[in-house]
């Protein structure tokens, strides 16, 4: 592995320090010392060098959140889940085993609040090297370019508004879990057209997604209870269950009634049901501040899982008055699609309809919004379509098919056949 102008200082003092005292614990202390990332050959001695300098817990948080931000900045984050792993253990550690030392306890706070941003950039930023790679990957299919290029330019929008808009970052945060979702099933739709090494590639993404999702969960749950002293621990535990059990029967009536099915939603239902039954676990135990930590963070799902449903309600109510009616409008938009193609050949028909699935699982999953937006996507290549037989072209353009170079006497067509 190469190394750069960075590496070369710290391993120029390791070996000084290694021929100075000896080299056995000289090289990891020197190398935990430097400035060492987790894809250089020199890791290893940095982790033990941590050990041999005797680095405290929130001291080895806050390197493994360092060294992780510098994998995703070099698009290697898939290949060192295990860093991200053990931040998230320590980070869930710190928070259910909060020091009594008052400055202590102040200074891991601060740093919490100070990361909560960047916890969200990153985020944002997994999502688009995951969409990112779908998009190469699909490069050969122009007619799922747009809704890939559409997810692409709603993530860096909603980059923009984060830092714009501070008080609707959970609700930014909370439409981030919609597209991973939506990235998701665009993925497993199309699983016959992506290699399965790639998938398994962004399955990695998506799940360091949600991953970093928990660990921010934590930091919001750490800041939280990081400040309650131990006589308020059960009156709080107890105040908490309750809104927990008032809140969870309220969203699931939503869905009940109004026969709303979102899988993000249901995977957020799931992930606060298992946290308020570990919650209850540690109580049990005695465990007071896991258990209080634990019920924050199931909460903390419940107001995500609150604001899609949200969303989804609003953009029903603004389409049509009733779900119903929703349905039959969709379904209607669908055979005029399929009338319009049935006399085009076998291919085109092959790939719209494939297209019209994706529409079809979207809105049975609950994404309407998302469903919408396939059709009217589905709706243009159609219209496309028929222009270019019209003009004698053949239906699908070819994958990399571009114009013209200008201010050239004849044209040259760099696409392949």
Do not use: C
Request: net charge negative; proline share 4%; charged share 30%.
């Amino acid at each position: 592995m190469k190394l750069g102008r960075r590496g070369i200082a710290p391993l120029v003092i390791a070996v000084i320090v290694v021929a100075l005292l000896g080299g056995a614990v000289a090289t990891p202390v020197a190398a935990s010392a430097a400035n060492v990332d987790p894809d250089s050959p020199f890791y290893g001695l940095k982790r033990l060098g941590e050990r041999i300098r005797g680095l405290s817990e929130d001291e080895q948080l806050k390197l493994r959140w360092q060294e992780f931000n510098k994998m995703v900045a070099k698009g290697k984050a898939a290949d060192y889940r295990d860093i991200l792993e053990e931040f998230r253990d320590k980070m869930r550690n710190i928070v259910e085993n909060m020091p009594d030392n008052v400055e202590a306890k102040r200074e891991i706070i601060q740093w919490m609040q100070q990361q909560m941003d960047n916890v969200r950039e990153t985020r944002l930023t997994l999502m688009q090297q995951a969409v990112e790679q779908l998009a190469s990957e699909l490069e050969n299919y122009p007619e799922v370019a747009p809704i890939i290029e559409n997810i692409k330019a709603e993530l860096e929008n909603l980059r923009i508004q984060l830092r714009l808009n501070i008080q609707e970052r959970e609700q930014i945060m909370a439409r981030v879990r919609e597209l991973s979702e939506e990235v998701r099933q665009l993925m497993l739709s199309l699983r016959d057209r992506v290699q399965e090494r790639v998938r398994t590639r962004l399955e990695n993404y998506l799940e360091l997604e949600n991953e970093i999702e928990g660990a921010e969960v934590n930091m919001g749950v750490g800041v939280a209870i990081g400040q309650i002293g131990v006589e308020n621990l059960v009156p709080k535990f107890n105040e908490k269950l309750e809104e927990f059990e008032s809140r969870i029967a309220e969203i699931q009536g939503k869905i009940e009634n109004e026969n709303i099915r979102i899988n993000s939603v249901e995977v957020l239902l799931s992930l606060a049901i298992k946290l308020k039954e570990r919650a209850l676990a540690d109580f049990n135990e005695n465990k007071l501040r896991n258990a209080l930590a634990e019920l924050y963070a199931a909460n903390v799902h419940l107001s995500n899982a609150e604001r899609i449903l949200e969303r989804q309600e609003n953009f029903i109510s603004k389409r049509e008055e009733k779900l119903s009616e929703l349905k039959e409008n969709f379904q209607e938009k669908i055979a005029e699609i399929l009338a319009k193609i049935e006399n085009l050949p076998a291919e085109v028909r092959t790939r719209v309809q494939g297209l019209l699935g994706l529409a079809q699982s979207s809105f049975d999953n609950g994404r309407y919004e998302a469903a919408y937006a396939y059709l009217e996507h589905v709706e243009k290549l159609v219209e496309n379509i028929q222009i270019r037989v019209e003009k004698g072209l053949p239906p699908l353009p070819g994958p990399k098919e571009v114009a013209p170079p200008e201010n050239k006497g004849k044209p040259e067509n760099k696409g392949k056949a």
